[in-house]
């Protein structure tokens, strides 16, 4: 694949870009990027024209650096700074997290999943309102199919771009999402009701500038989190999520979360789920971290749930 413009990127270190594209390699957000040869790959929109961003990774963990590259033919050489603040964003390359240690040392069960994750941060979905709404479709239902459902909304709704034979989906926007009638349009790829209205609200508003989602990346935590739980569908749990995924807040966790209940009540020997409450409780060990916490922990979930590939034996 020909790079038509590209740039070097230098994380701070630690960092772990290979942990990444094992995240992204099983996670089932991710429906519209793709791991291709030891790089992330995506379509991503600049102004009305759709580009390719690649990044694989030509350092390590210690002496880390990315290349950052634009494809397609719709690329321009202004598109590269866009490209490399995605990139930032998108992995968390300028953190400083010496100050994990400390927690690590604070809290022997958080700190093993620190010291196996050394050098990877939070992946950002990174445009918003595609985490937004997958956090709405993945309300109360079982990951896998808010995967399914995920697919579907994009391969019905959204678009593609070839790029080089490799032909990669497009998240539909907001001006589509907000044309759709939730009875017609959404119940067919297994939406509800329910979720239906929410996704088309949260597009609507974004749509009409009454959601600025540029705005709200720019709050405090909790103010975003309040700006965000004004729309029908969105709780706090949501909010948090979409903290998280969209603006990359490193110390935003939704403790209501169901998997982080499981892993968590079993990693503290609780016998059984624990419950929000001790969530926000324990959380006050990682204060700065959360977020960090958040997603270890669901990763250790997606490594205990990969496929065991079959023995050659």
């Not at 694949?1 to 701070?12: E, G, H, R, V």
């Not at 690590?104 to 979905?125: K, T």
Request: net charge neutral; proline share 7%; aromatic share 8%.
């Amino acid at each position: 694949m020909i790079a038509l413009y590209s740039a070097d990127l230098t994380p701070t270190a630690p960092f772990r870009f290979d942990l990444a594209l094992q995240y992204l390699r099983t996670s089932p957000s991710a429906v519209v990027e793709q791991v291709r040869d030891g790089a992330y790959l995506r379509a991503i929109r600049i102004e009305s024209r759709t580009v390719g961003l690649r990044v694989s990774s030509g350092g390590t963990a210690e002496q880390p650096r990315l290349l950052v590259e634009v494809l397609g033919e719709e690329a321009r050489a202004a598109d590269l700074p866009v490209a490399l603040a995605l990139a930032r964003r998108v992995f968390a390359t300028d953190a400083a997290v010496d100050g994990l240690d400390a927690v690590a040392e604070a809290d022997p069960v958080f700190g093993r999943l620190v010291h196996a994750y050394r050098g990877l941060r939070p992946i950002v979905i990174p445009d918003p309102f595609e985490a937004i709404a997958w956090a709405i479709i993945g309300q109360q239902i079982n990951i896998s199919f808010a995967a399914k459902m995920k697919r579907a909304l994009v391969d019905r709704f959204g678009s593609t771009v070839e790029l080089d034979g490799i032909i990669l989906p497009v998240f539909p926007p907001p001006a589509c999402v907000a044309l759709l009638e939730h009875e017609r349009d959404l119940l067919p790829i297994q939406f509800s009701r329910q979720k239906s209205r929410y996704c088309i609200a949260l597009a609507r508003a974004v749509s009409a500038g009454e959601l600025d989602l540029g705005a709200v990346a720019a709050l405090p935590d909790e103010e975003a989190i309040a700006a965000l739980m004004v729309l029908p569908g969105i709780g706090r749990w949501t909010a948090e999520y979409a903290l998280m995924r969209a603006f990359g807040r490193p110390d935003v966790m939704p403790a209501g979360d169901g998997g982080l209940k499981q892993i968590i009540g079993r990693d503290y020997g609780l016998g059984r789920l624990a419950t929000e409450a001790e969530i926000r409780a324990l959380g006050e060990k990682w204060a700065g971290w959360r977020g960090y916490a958040a997603f270890y922990w669901w990763f250790q979930l997606q490594e205990e749930r990969r496929p065991v590939p079959p023995s050659r034996d």
